[in-house]
Nanobody, 119 residues
Framework: QVQLVESGGGLVQAGGSLRLSCAAS????????MAWFRQAPGKERVFVSS????????LYANSVKGRFTISGDNAKNMVYLQMNMLKPEDTAVYYC????????????WGRGTQVTVSS
């Protein structure tokens, strides 16, 4: 199975930046997706961004497009989320997720890391 560990969350002022990291441990993967989701207080968990390595497979939620950048190190099974121009509405617990290429849903999840953006 795949274990995911997020890091990089914290408290930042509006307009600031944070970089989240997610380390996936387990066997070497050749076809998989890694993604970031977030859940704000009192709201549903929502998709933020995803990346795969089968050709430019990068997606962003409209709410973060132009501000967040997802990247990864395939060899190290790492995924990152560079978050710039942070807004208070970005405040949420951010979760790293993993799924194999043939899976419909993300099957592995990290425990989450808190991101708090103050005004």
């Amino acid at each position: 199975q795949v274990q995911l560990v997020e890091s990089g969350g914290g408290l930042v002022q509006a307009g600031g930046s944070l970089r989240l990291s997610c380390a996936a441990s387990g066997r070497t993967f050749s076809n998989y997706y890694m993604a970031w989701f977030r859940q704000a207080p009192g709201k549903e968990r929502v998709f933020v961004s995803s990346i795969n390595w089968d050709g430019g497979g990068i997606l962003y939620a409209n709410s973060v497009k132009g501000r967040f950048t997802i990247s990864g190190d395939n060899a190290k099974n790492m995924v990152y989320l560079q978050m710039n121009m942070l807004k208070p509405e970005d405040t949420a617990v951010y979760y790293c997720a993993f799924r194999r290429g043939f899976e419909r849903d993300y099957s592995s999840w990290g425990r989450g890391t808190q991101v708090t953006v103050s005004s």
